[in-house]
């Protein structure tokens, strides 16, 4: 039932959001804060992006698990970054049926505690690494801040990736191979342009040594965090004990990591590509890639249901998404709002005219063009729809680029970021005392380093004045 | 590190079990009861069984979603039969960070009733019907029974499909459709022969007018429920307000079905087609299907490992899931014994002889036989795969038959179900208050009522001596 969206992307980005999520039918509001009902039509985007990242992820080797759900109180205490950065978002299950349990069991915020437990187990010998799993799961984790669909849910569908490594060197670089996998999917599948790069002290993962992230920029300016890799160094191998015996026959602590990725990056992906008439889907990610819908009076009606079957079958057996909505009980008109706000890429509309001169009337979604073409033409379609992709990422990489300001001025820095009307390069100390006394006066936050050694925008912190490490970006965000 | 196996299968078949599926990695133990882990050799049966079923769902429709891991407790209160079902074997959320919830959230033990507070939402014209909705995700049940894998855990990896139709007659078609997909999966995938019919009154899920059922025959002749499907009628769509508008413009309930399946399945198929060297896969359900084992000594390496290469291209090109494992840490033998254990269903050792004769030495798992074929036989390798499928399947089906005693005699009934030495087919009043003093005096309970009519066993109740309503199957089980 597709109702027009009333709220403009321009005027209030959220409330707009919501409306088209709500409208296309990709979620809907459970009746407990912060849990998502993901509906088919979303859900099946979610299983799209499932398919790429697994087919990824076991190109590198990486093989699927499941762990239980509750994690004991005592495991998550192991480490203690790691439970001061979780606790007090933990959902806590203390009875089964009608007893209290001896101890509190977390309803899992993310794994790292249950499987290194196994993990200490069954590594041995240097024999037994790489060990390279991955598991595709929700978790929870109880926000007090206001709650988003996709952004910021006390539910989240997401996998995590837990490896083993008998050297530094293997593991650091398996974390930066899986950051650059996430960059992968969401620039190539997504049409997401992302910024790749190492979190501050102040922001990385409780118990990394080092986190990776990527991170895309939204039409408000504000960044969003769209996956992580985190290089734990042994800090969780020393704490759960995971340790091998190495070719000398001496024990070792091992190294390892963990990454994830969450559905996140659909939430980002709605939000950067769709319009005031719904979601506008890059053709990889879409369910439904071409929409065909005939146009029928009682005259033509055998010719151009034919017609239209003879489109389907052909682009079917090419193995495009397709659908033909044959419906009686719908007007044309109202298929052409349903299939906008869903955000289909393609539509082709056929009626008397196209059965006739044998041709097709197709609309492109995201740029609103129409064109006519002849029916031999609709055997290039793939190449049609790998060219929507590419221009649908071009056109958000270069909003990017011009939502990104260098800045060597320190008032013009804090008022950018206090507006939020930017995301601000500059050079910076990487010092956590002045990241907290930024963080105090513009409420922005420092989003990541570059990966790649840059030159320095400047010599001395864009803040603090004291000599600067590296570039930085900061902004705002959900 | 494959221990071998210490429990055998004819002395004490959980034990046996355990051992099996601790040995081969299929799960392991986590620190909390009835919590398994699935590791990745198990979690690959399952991501197996999850590509069939789905692909069979899909087929008839269905669409995938998701929804919210955790139900507040007024919603399972709100069919009566559903709650009293429920209520003693649900673990609580109680806390969210340090705050009491105003609330007990259930961690999800089945998703009635928080899928169909949204269906109410959803539904609002028979334009909208059928609404055929799956999702994959697992659920809790705080059993206080003895735990063991895949059989009865605390969380369960499974799927629960849930439609909405607007006839009777559509909804139980719907219902006896998807009980036969679950038939077919474990039959043409797990190789293992099932019965399938309908529950009594006393068996049927809390809240259904209809329960379906799929049951196997374990090696110790008890009974093993492998997926259900329950007719709900109309007592969801008024618990929850599920209805529609008709053609004629009247509101209508709607009939409703739900159905899952578990990993219990998997459980199943180990128990009856392991044996006392370990598990023994059928082909379809296998990770890796055929491994290579080359046999080196210095002279012979370069070729050995060549013609193996040369076996596995050949394979991997013709589908098949295929392994080489050229590890130097391990002798050959101790790979036999690792591989045995792990239920490959063909091993392929290549020498120095295979080599020189351009053939290959292959030993069938779960028959024992040694036979030997030129390489250009290997191009048949699909058919031998489903030829081992055929020949499990088949000598299943003759075990599970001699385990099923057709019985006229109140005594001996009585006394063959305490025993639990056979699966007992006879005629049945259908009466609760009769099954329940048979459970009383055997501890055993029916299993299922055949789906087809059947000339009646015996024209009395094999207890009662009441009038019998229709032949039942009754037994022990786990």
């Known amino acids: 039932?597709?109702?027009?969206?009333?709220?403009?992307?321009?005027?209030?980005?959220?409330?707009?959001?919501?409306?088209?999520?709500?409208?296309?039918?990709?979620?809907?509001?459970?009746?407990?804060?912060?849990?998502?009902?993901?509906?088919?039509?979303?859900?099946?985007?979610?299983?799209?992006?499932?398919?790429?990242?697994?087919?990824?992820?076991?190109?590198?080797?990486?093989?699927?698990?499941?762990?239980?759900?509750?994690?004991?109180e005592s495991f998550l205490s192991k480490e203690k970054e790691h439970v001061k950065h979780f606790n007090p978002e933990v959902a806590w299950?203390?009875?089964?049926?009608?007893?209290?349990?001896?101890?509190?069991?977390?309803?899992?915020?993310?794994?790292?505690?249950?499987?290194?437990?196994?993990?200490?187990?069954?590594?041995?010998?240097?024999?037994?690494?790489?060990?390279?799993?991955?598991?595709?799961?929700?978790?929870?984790?109880?926000?007090?801040?206001?709650?988003?669909f996709f952004l910021r849910g006390r539910e989240n569908l997401w996998q995590e990736g837990h490896c083993v490594f008998a050297t530094e060197d293997e593991a650091i670089k398996n974390t930066e191979d899986m950051i650059k996998v996430y960059k992968n999917f969401t620039e190539g599948v997504l049409a997401v342009p992302v910024l790749m790069g190492f979190k501050s002290e102040n922001e990385k993962f409780g118990g990394a040594?080092?986190?990776?992230?990527?991170?895309?920029?939204?039409?408000?300016?504000?960044?969003?965090?769209?996956?992580?890799?985190?290089?734990?160094?042994?800090?969780?191998?020393?704490?759960?004990?995971?340790?091998?015996?190495?070719?000398?026959n001496e024990w070792q602590y091992a190294y390892q990591n963990s990454w994830g990725i969450s559905a996140r990056a659909i939430g980002i992906m709605v939000l950067v590509h769709g319009d005031n008439n719904g979601l506008v889907l890059p053709p990889y990610i879409a369910p439904v890639q071409v929409v065909i819908i005939p146009i029928i009076n009682e005259k033509s009606e055998a010719s151009v249901i034919g017609y239209s079957q003879k489109i389907y079958d052909l682009l079917k057996s090419l193995g495009v998404k397709v659908k033909l909505d044959e419906r009686r009980e719908y007007s044309p008109g109202w298929k052409f709002n349903e299939y906008e706000m869903k955000g289909v890429p393609?539509?082709?509309?056929?009626?008397?005219?196209?059965?006739?001169?044998?041709?097709?009337?197709?609309?492109?979604?995201?740029?609103g063009k129409k064109e006519e073409m002849p029916f031999e033409a609709l055997n290039n379609i793939s190449e049609k729809l790998s060219q929507i992709q590419s221009e649908m990422f071009a056109r958000a990489q270069s909003i990017m680029n011009s939502a990104i300001k260098v800045e060597k001025n320190r008032e013009s820095?804090?008022?950018?970021?206090?507006?939020?009307?930017?995301?601000?390069?500059?050079?910076?100390?990487?010092?956590?005392?002045?990241?907290?006394?930024?963080?105090?006066?513009?409420g922005a936050s420092s989003r990541l380093i570059p990966m790649a050694e840059e030159e320095l925008i400047d010599k001395k912190c864009i803040f603090c004045d004291d000599p600067a490490k590296y570039n930085a970006y900061f902004g705002q965000s959900y």
Chains 1, 2 share one sequence.
């Open 1 to 72: 039932m597709a109702d027009r969206i009333k709220i403009k992307k321009e005027d209030d980005l959220i409330g707009w959001y919501n409306q088209v999520l709500l409208n296309s039918e990709v979620v809907d509001f459970s009746d407990i804060k912060g849990f998502s009902v993901y509906r088919p039509y979303g859900y099946e985007m979610w299983e799209l992006s499932m398919f790429y990242l697994d087919r990824s992820f076991k190109e590198k080797g990486v093989k699927n698990a499941y762990f239980p759900l509750l994690i004991p």
């Open 93 to 148: 299950v203390t009875m089964g049926g009608d007893s209290l349990l001896d101890e509190r069991l977390a309803v899992r915020p993310t794994s790292e505690t249950i499987m290194y437990r196994s993990y200490s187990k069954w590594i041995k010998s240097y024999r037994d690494l790489p060990m390279l799993i991955n598991q595709w799961n929700t978790m929870v984790r109880w926000e007090t801040k206001e709650t988003r």
């Open 209 to 248: 040594v080092k986190t990776y992230t990527i991170e895309a920029v939204l039409p408000n300016h504000f960044a969003s965090q769209a996956g992580t890799s985190h290089y734990l160094g042994r800090n969780f191998s020393k704490a759960f004990d995971v340790k091998f015996l190495d070719k000398n």
């Open 346 to 367: 393609l539509r082709i509309e056929v009626g008397e005219n196209e059965v006739k001169a044998d041709k097709v009337s197709i609309k492109t979604r995201f740029n």
């Open 413 to 442: 820095f804090i008022k950018t970021l206090k507006s939020g009307s930017d995301i601000v390069k500059a050079a910076w100390c990487g010092n956590p005392v002045c990241e907290t006394s930024i963080d105090k006066e513009t």
